[in-house]
């Protein structure tokens, strides 16, 4: 350990036992085990191991403050950020209304000492509530961070139900499928799929969305036709020279966000493929980009706005002594067709 402070991730490691036992010892609460306890208690003395005071006493001096997490665009190659402005717009609505303040917090989940960053964070702000935002709210080792410091926590997009507590998703399978289904209506027979971040749970469910709606339309699903993308415009213009470069090339690629849609439609234009004419484009999130770039992107649009004040809500209501059900809300999404999108080549 030496070099850096032990950490309550150290101690949960040495303990043998997970990071919101650890929390329950170094509280003094209820309910731990006598031989637990003496294990936690072992590995702190041999690990040197101090708590964090201001996040011991979270719990009973809580501002009227909300934090919004999220992973760091500027992380990327090439850095996208209106997934980001979405979610702030959403949260900061509902803070302005109910007389909160937000503040928000990229942070790189690669980074080792991404938890002690949060747990340090969250102890000093003593927020009312966390929102975590998806890839972070899919990453155990994160949530357990937050989780270990008693701060009431919403996650967003996390893909799949959140056990005992409240989370905000949207119905990423069941759109995707749609708008498979409605690209095959157009007569494309060869749609391919730009995959997103693999550590994005409700990203990864697009992709099992296509493959159902390729099932759906009675289409073959092709492993040539999926690239993996990591949501960022420069892997779909990666992605987009990969799919351009197949003979015979697909008719329409269809993106697990936005930010990768455009980077193809720009792979597109410099290679002289005519969108929507000889190649159709869809995306998904619908955010400011797909309305700005030439021509208009037709793009599932997610209610993240809708998403991330749900979720503020409800941490604001829990402070007020009304907290949600443990649940997953759905808020679905819709499709938007815009210009990017025709009939295949053979049926014009």
């Known amino acids: 350990m030496s070099g850096r402070r032990p950490t309550i991730e150290d101690v949960a490691a040495l303990a043998g036992v997970s990071i919101k036992t650890v929390s329950r010892v170094v509280n003094r ?34 501002a009227r403050l909300i934090v919004l997490i999220y992973d760091d665009p500027s992380a990327y190659e090439v850095s996208s950020s209106g997934y980001i402005i979405r979610m702030q717009e959403g949260a900061l609505r509902a803070c302005h209304e109910r ?22 964070l969250i102890g000093r702000v003593r927020p009312a509530g966390i929102v975590l935002a998806a890839p972070l709210s899919n990453m155990p ?71 159902a709606g ?24 990666r992605c987009a020279e990969q799919l351009l470069s197949i003979t015979p090339r697909p008719t329409a690629i ?26 159709s484009v ?10 700005q770039i030439v021509p208009s992107l037709t793009t599932i649009r997610q209610p993240l706005s809708a998403m991330a004040k749900a979720a503020s809500n409800a941490l604001i209501d829990g402070s007020r002594g009304h907290p949600h059900e443990p649940e997953l809300e759905i808020i679905p999404a819709t499709i938007q067709v815009r210009e990017s999108t025709g009939p295949a080549p053979s049926s014009r």
């Open 99 to 120: 007389g909160f303040e937000l503040l928000i917090h990229p942070c790189n989940y690669r980074d080792e000492n991404v938890g002690v960053e949060l747990q340090e």
């Open 29 to 62: 609460e209820p309910n731990v085990r006598a031989s637990t306890q003496e294990k936690v208690e072992q590995a702190i003395a041999q690990l040197g191991y101090r708590p964090n005071p201001s996040a011991q006493n979270l719990a009973s001096h809580r």
């Open 141 to 211: 080792w994160i949530v357990d961070a937050v989780s270990a410091t008693d701060a009431p926590c919403v996650r967003l997009a996390t893909g799949s139900g959140n056990g005992s507590e409240y989370s905000v998703a949207t119905n990423d399978h069941e759109v995707s499928a749609e708008m498979t289904r409605y690209l095959a209506s157009l007569g494309h027979e060869r749609i391919a799929f730009v995959a997103g971040d693999r550590d994005h749970k409700a990203v990864v469910n697009r992709l099992a969305g296509y493959a």
């Open 254 to 279: 269809f993106c697990a966000n936005d930010d990768m849609a455009a980077g193809v439609i720009r792979v597109a234009t410099r290679m002289g493929i005519r969108v929507p004419e000889e190649l």
């Open 214 to 237: 390729l099932e759906e339309a009675g289409l073959d699903y092709d492993e040539d036709l999926i690239v993996q993308g990591d949501n960022s415009i420069g892997s779909g213009e």
């Open 282 to 291: 869809a995306g998904f999130d619908d955010i400011s980009l797909a309305r």
